[in-house]
């Protein structure tokens, strides 16, 4: 179990001294990517034109993009690959919605929502096997929306954008584009995006997907700047994962060449994932910590230590305790549930994995442990290192929104739909199962 099937899977898709050219699942995914990036990027000012056409539900026109993804993923990882994976992680789709619909609601719009939600993720694992900032035209674009993220924030510092207080509604949910609440009385701005997290995520992950493909002073560059918007933003958990990351690549860079290797960052991958499980010692260990009396700073992270992290648990408890099995289905806890009966049992829980164990319940296990032996296994570096801030970022966020976190996740653990069970494939078969990529001369 556990070996990358093929030569090329083993290459993460890169070709030396070629252009790769992609046609089916991964142009689907890409394309899919490319939407999920530009909208939310530009969110506000896309929900702000779309209200002046009087055309808002065109914002959904993106996630068409997302939805042609799924359909290709499904066809070439599950039906021609019959990659194991792709097959399990397939069928939790209609499982967990039948869930979501037994236990929280029936209404089509919060099941729909629900399933709008996780499809970035399948979009992101289109991308199997493929290093896509590679690509010079898409390294362009992840480039160009990294500093508009970058601009748009501190602009939205100086400044009231037209869009300001807007107020869109979706099947009677109302959300304002607007500067809402404050940190330590300092104001979050959203910059183009229109919230301060995703405006922060947007440029983190833009720029930690080129960071290998440009020269180590830009990338280091960048990392600052993007550290910085983070900053006025008041996104710290993007700011930690960004101070870091620059450090991480710094130090690669010009101090310690041993972090370069290949080795280094599977371990550096691998090791994350004991984020998974701190949540576990940090609420048995909560009585006899404050961080609160250690820095007020730390409220926050204090409240989801003695809450956000245990509310899960504790309202499946008490509603559907069988669902601490099984899960409460897709998107029962966090945003799509706003259209459910659930909408005023709705409370932050701030981290993808207990976010994900309490919709999946023990049918997450499986998937965790392909995660953690697809970083053990991985070779593009790029990859492994954003499994690493993801994981991070994660550890205080749930990471389900935007939509192009999830796409990265995808893309970042795509790697698991290239693990075979059993021995490896190699000759033309390894080239059989890569007929979607072409390289050009």
Request: with cysteine.
């Amino acid at each position: 179990m556990g070996i990358y099937s093929g030569e090329l899977s083993a290459l993460g898709g890169t070709w030396q001294g070629t252009r790769m050219r992609l046609r089916g699942a991964p142009l689907f995914g890409l394309v899919a990517g490319v939407g999920y990036l530009t909208r939310d990027a530009f969110a506000a000012i896309w929900r702000w034109l779309f209200d002046l056409a009087d055309i808002p539900f065109a914002w959904f026109a993106f996630d068409l993009l997302g939805f042609a993804a799924l359909g290709a993923f499904g066809w070439t990882f599950a039906v021609k690959r019959t990659s194991p994976f792709a097959l399990y992680t397939l069928a939790l789709l209609p499982i967990s919605v039948v869930v979501a619909a037994l236990t929280v609601d029936s209404d089509p719009a919060f099941l729909g929502a629900a399933v709008k939600m996780i499809v970035p993720l399948y979009a992101g694992w289109c991308l199997a096997g493929v290093d896509l900032p590679a690509m010079l035209r898409v390294r362009r674009v992840l480039f160009v929306i990294c500093l508009a993220s970058i601009f748009g924030i501190a602009l939205d510092a100086l400044m009231d954008f037209p869009w300001s207080g807007l107020s869109v509604d979706q099947f009677g949910v109302s959300k304002t584009v607007d500067k809402v609440w404050s940190i330590d009385s300092v104001t979050r701005v959203g910059g183009f995006a229109g919230e301060s997290t995703a405006a922060a995520a947007v440029a983190l992950f833009a720029w930690l997907m080129i960071h290998r493909k440009v020269a180590p002073a830009l990338s280091v560059i960048l990392g600052i700047c993007v550290a910085a918007a983070c900053y006025v933003a008041t996104s710290r958990t993007a700011l930690g994962v960004a101070v870091l990351a620059t450090g991480w690549i710094a130090a690669e860079a010009w101090l310690l060449a041993g972090l370069r290797s290949k080795s280094a960052h599977r371990f550096l991958a691998t090791c994350s994932f004991a984020l998974v499980f701190l949540p576990l010692v940090l609420v048995a260990s909560a009585s006899a910590l404050s961080f609160a009396e250690m820095s007020t700073s730390l409220t926050s992270f204090e409240q989801r230590i003695e809450a956000s992290w245990q509310y899960p648990f504790a309202l499946l408890a008490q509603r559907s305790p069988v669902s601490l099995a099984t899960g409460c289905g897709l998107g029962c806890l966090n945003f799509p549930a706003r259209y459910s009966e659930w909408a005023s049992l709705l409370q932050p829980v701030d981290n993808f994995y207990i976010l994900s164990f309490a919709m999946f319940g023990l049918f997450f296990v499986p998937v965790l442990a392909v995660l953690v032996l697809t970083a053990a296994k991985g070779d593009d570096r790029t990859k492994l290192l954003l499994i690493a801030t993801i994981n991070l970022y994660t550890f205080f966020l749930e990471g389900f929104s935007p939509s192009f976190t999830l796409f990265t996740i995808g893309y970042a653990t795509s790697g698991m739909h290239l693990l075979q069970l059993g021995r490896s494939v190699s000759g033309k078969r390894a080239q059989g199962r890569f007929e979607d990529f072409q390289t050009a001369a």
